[in-house]
């Protein structure tokens, strides 16, 4: 059984918004989430983020902006006792011609080279329809949650056939319930 989740960032760890999180004071985590991964990674899972950061491209936000983001995130992760094993982000917009933007698999593969293991069957956390499609591409678990914009998704693909849950709070808790049983 692959110990490996990937997560998607903003709507599943952090609160999402439609004009984009620019900055690290507009990074707020969703309740429950820091928590979550604190969890996952004292059961033995190993954590990562696969994130599309079009902002960047769009001139919203630069790289070290987003790396002060992810400086937050890590902090308040290591504060609840968890871990983040990498971090791994596109910085592209949607008309770039790269391999990294979900739904292409680029992200889960540096993910698997970062961490010199492989992804199939791995969790993969989103909150949209890329998120789905770049884990059922690279062979991974896929989640839908409902927070972000994963209620719209689910909206949107009434015929989705994902396991769903409504946060990554109530994910964890299901994966390792289901742990404790196995």
Same mark, same amino acid.
């Given at each position: 059984?692959?110990?490996?989740?990937?997560?998607?960032?903003?709507?599943?760890?952090?609160?999402?918004?439609?004009?984009?999180? @620019?900055?690290? /004071? /507009?990074?707020?985590?969703?309740?429950?989430?820091?928590?979550?991964?604190?969890?996952?990674?004292?059961?033995?899972?190993?954590?990562?983020?696969?994130?599309?950061?079009?902002?960047?491209?769009?001139?919203?936000?630069?790289? &070290?902006?987003?790396?002060?983001?992810?400086? &937050?995130?890590?902090?308040?992760?290591?504060?609840? @006792?968890?871990?983040?094993?990498?971090?791994?982000?596109?910085?592209?917009?949607?008309?770039?011609?790269?391999?990294?933007? &979900?739904?292409?698999?680029? #992200?889960?593969?540096?993910?698997?080279?970062?961490?010199?293991?492989?992804?199939?069957?791995?969790? #993969?956390?989103?909150?949209?329809?890329?998120?789905?499609?770049?884990?059922?591409?690279?062979?991974? @678990?896929?989640? #839908?949650?409902?927070?972000? &914009?994963?209620?719209?998704?689910?909206?949107?693909?009434?015929?989705?056939?994902?396991?769903?849950?409504?946060?990554?709070?109530?994910?964890?808790?299901?994966?390792?319930?289901?742990?404790? @049983?196995?």
């Amino acid at each position: 059984m692959s110990k490996l989740i990937i997560l998607d960032r903003d709507g599943v760890i952090n609160q999402d918004s439609d004009s984009y999180i @620019k900055t690290p /004071e /507009e990074w707020q985590p969703i309740p429950g989430s820091i928590e979550a991964i604190a969890k996952l990674s004292q059961a033995g899972y190993l954590i990562t983020v696969a994130t599309n950061q079009s902002g960047i491209a769009r001139g919203l936000f630069s790289e &070290k902006t987003l790396l002060a983001m992810h400086e &937050k995130m890590l902090s308040m992760v290591s504060e609840a @006792k968890g871990k983040i094993e990498c971090i791994v982000y596109c910085p592209h917009g949607p008309d770039d011609a790269c391999d990294c933007r &979900k739904p292409k698999t680029g #992200l889960i593969n540096q993910i698997e080279s970062t961490l010199k293991t492989s992804a199939i069957n791995a969790w #993969l956390v989103g909150d949209s329809l890329r998120d789905i499609e770049a884990a059922e591409k690279a062979g991974c @678990k896929p989640i #839908l949650v409902k927070s972000g &914009k994963g209620q719209r998704t689910l909206t949107a693909n009434p015929a989705i056939k994902v396991e769903i849950h409504d946060d990554l709070a109530d994910f964890a808790e299901a994966l390792l319930s289901q742990d404790h @049983k196995a």
